[in-house]
């Protein structure tokens, strides 16, 4: 199971605080089985929060290949060509 990250627990627990005051304002409960009822909603708002916050994508995994240079584009071996060479010379030794 992963781990958390800083922004989901942040999110949540904001979530968890916020809609605990905003409940208990706008319902003026005064009775313990009041209080308790918005609590464990807040919570329940929370964790719902917190899961639905994005996760970071997983890096890709580097391998021995990755550590190399990467492969000349072909953009740029035409640009290298020598002058006065066409596409179609360069190409057709290339095939020879």
Do not use: D, F, K, N
């Amino acid at each position: 199971m992963p781990r958390p990250t800083v922004a989901q627990l942040v999110y949540g627990s904001c979530t968890v605080v916020l809609s605990t005051v905003a409940m208990l304002a706008l319902s003026q409960t005064q009775s313990g089985l009041g209080v308790a009822v918005i609590a464990l909603a807040a919570l329940a708002l929370g964790l719902l929060v917190a899961m639905t916050v994005p996760l970071p994508r997983p890096r890709p995994a580097r391998s021995a290949a990755a550590g190399q240079a990467p492969a000349e584009p072909a953009r740029l071996a035409e640009r290298r060509r020598p002058v006065g060479a066409s596409a179609e010379s360069v190409r057709g030794r290339a095939a020879s």
